[in-house]
């Protein structure tokens, strides 16, 4: 089992910038490729961006390429969102998630293990 808490998030206006985090305990951290995805209100959980287990390669929705930043901390089971340029559509509920996986996936089902998630709220 796993455990993935994350911190970050809040209340920023349009084109601030916010880190969100996610700390993983349980399971050997570095065996598992770790995504981002987010939920607006009335929509469905989307994939945001994705990491692979050395972190050498990284997977991006398209409307966040370029504004976003995932990397990971194998040394302190940590996995970051840096998130520049935000817009008020970037407003959602932030989840990170673990799979074991070799590949960064998109869809949602692949993941096993979810942080309880956390809000990010972009003014405009």
């Known amino acids: 089992q796993v455990q993935l808490v994350q911190s970050g998030g809040g209340l920023v206006q349009a084109g601030g910038s916010l880190r969100l985090s996610c700390v993983a305990a349980?399971?050997?951290?570095?065996?598992?490729?770790v995504a981002w995805f987010r939920q607006a209100p009335g929509k469905e959980r989307e994939f945001v961006a994705g990491?692979?287990?050395?972190?050498?390669?990284?997977s991006y929705k398209d409307s966040v390429k370029g504004r976003f930043t995932i990397s990971r901390d194998n040394a302190k089971n940590t996995v970051y969102l840096h998130m520049n340029s935000l817009k008020p559509e970037d407003t959602a509920v932030y989840y990170c998630?673990?799979?074991?996986?070799?590949?960064?996936?998109?869809?949602?089902?692949?993941?096993?293990?979810w942080g309880q998630g956390t809000q990010v709220t972009v003014s405009s």
């Open positions: 349980g399971r050997t951290f570095s065996n598992y490729v």
């Open positions: 990491i692979n287990q050395s972190g050498g390669s990284t």
């Open positions: 998630a673990l799979d074991a996986s070799l590949l960064i996936w998109s869809g949602e089902n692949k993941y096993d293990y």
